[in-house]
């Protein structure tokens, strides 16, 4: 069967090589000159289970109206009146606020994650891909008692469900991660979960897509993305900036820009993109850099060591798809790192990214059937795209190939909206 995928991020790619490996004729169209060029260039670098609790959760409200007027705040909702789409987002964003819906979609979230690890680990074992990656779990910091606690619910929550995860206490943190001694008299606490790993995802993103490639796969990069092409209900091609591409299946894997494509066919998809930011260090200083990764939940930042340089990102920014470097929100990431572990190389030449995570109201993907018979969805990720890719990837193979993913389905599609 002749499928088209498109988009070659890291979800594009990881489907395309599921799907080449299932037989079919794959072909993965982008407009950027390479792999994993967009959101999935220099994001957080962690696979983490763990960040399973949505972003709409009791507390989130509280804490979006304390953050209002602080530009270098965690997450900032710019409102403005002519951007329908954020108000219609933000509106369904709180209807998931509730302790109930948010321990649904913990459990949504956790579903397709654990999965998710768990096919990574096979496809590196089969193909020995190689992408800077550590298999030394995930620890996150709390400075602030009361947000450890809510934390330690939430972890509880997760444990019920399958993820692996236990309190340590500032002691036992540095033990985990020694270079977090100099602050382990602020913490209040962490949680570990040992099971989850870090990686550079636009390495694996660029090495299997080489891989699929020698599969068979075709990548159609500097390709622009026009529309779709309909006749009786079906999609008969897609236009591209240099004619037409036809296939039997289409897998939709653009991130926030799939509801500008999908609105063409009647189809709105309940994806915003949510601006996240990275900044990359050399490490000059190995003994004052982690080993470990880390996610500092005050901050809303995390930390992956990448072979000889340190990720950090984080944040989310919502204004529409302005993909551009606030200056303050990159420099708020920079400075929080310099006072997290000092010493560790030349910040001032760390290199800045910013990029287009694609949320949905619940924090859930959209994996499954679209309302059109030959099209098929694979967004919506949000902050957990990397994490989310592999699994992803072979449930869209399995549904393609009319085969029952190994997972259960229900609550994942876009029939929950």
């Known amino acids: 069967m002749r499928v088209l995928v498109l988009g070659a991020g890291v979800v594009g ?6 799907l080449a490996r299932a037989g079919h004729d794959v072909t993965v169209v982008d407009r950027q000159p390479g792999a994993g060029l967009e959101t999935s260039f220099a994001n957080g670098g962690q696979i983490s289970a763990s960040h399973a609790e949505p972003w709409a959760n009791p507390a989130t409200p509280a804490r979006a109206l304390r953050w209002l007027g602080h530009e270098d705040a ?6 403005r009146r002519y951007d329908p789409a954020l108000w219609s987002w933000g509106l369904r964003f709180l209807r998931n606020c509730t302790p109930g819906r948010a321990a649904m979609n913990t459990e949504r979230i956790l579903r397709v994650a654990l999965y998710s690890r768990r096919v990574l680990g096979e496809l590196r074992g089969e193909t020995g891909i190689e992408y800077d990656h550590r298999c030394r779990g995930i620890l996150h910091i709390y400075r602030d008692p009361k947000e450890f606690a809510h934390a330690v619910g939430a972890a509880e929550i997760m444990r019920r469900h399958g993820l692996h995860r236990h309190e340590v206490t500032p002691t036992e943190c540095v033990e985990v991660e020694p270079a977090l001694a100099p602050i382990a008299g602020r913490l209040a606490g962490g949680l570990f979960s040992p099971e989850d790993e870090s990686g550079d995802a636009h390495q694996f993103t660029a090495a299997l897509a080489a891989l699929a490639a020698g599969r068979g796969v075709t990548f159609r990069y500097d390709t622009g ?11 008969v091609g897609v236009e591209i900036d240099r004619g037409r591409l036809t ?8 991130g926030s820009y799939s509801p500008l494509l999908t609105r063409t066919l009647g189809i709105r998809l309940p994806i915003y993109p949510a601006k996240g930011y990275s900044a990359t260090v050399g490490v000059d200083n190995p003994d004052a850099a982690p080993t470990v990764s880390i996610t500092d939940d005050e901050f809303k930042l995390v930390y992956s060591r990448l072979g000889e340089r340190l990720r950090i990102a984080g944040t ?19 400075k929080r790192a310099r006072e997290l572990f000092p010493g560790i190389g030349d910040y001032d030449r760390a290199r800045l990214w910013a990029g287009l995570r694609p949320v949905t ?18 967004t919506g990720h949000g902050t957990l795209g990397w994490t989310m890719s592999c699994g992803s990837g072979r449930i869209i193979a399995d549904l393609v190939s009319e085969r029952a993913p190994e997972i259960e389905m229900e609550g994942l599609g876009l029939g929950r909206f």
Do not use: Q
């Open 225 to 235: 993305i026009k529309g779709f092409l309909m006749d009786g209900g079906r999609i």
């Open 316 to 334: 989310a920014e919502l204004a529409g798809h302005d993909s551009s470097l606030n200056a303050v929100r990159a420099g708020a990431v920079v």
């Open 361 to 378: 109201p619940d924090s859930v993907p959209i994996i499954g059937p679209a309302p059109i018979a030959n099209l098929f969805l694979n």
């Open 247 to 254: 296939a039997d299946r289409y897998v939709l894997c653009l």
């Open 74 to 79: 965690p997450l900032i909702f710019r409102w």
């Open 13 to 18: 790619v990881t489907s395309a090589w599921f």
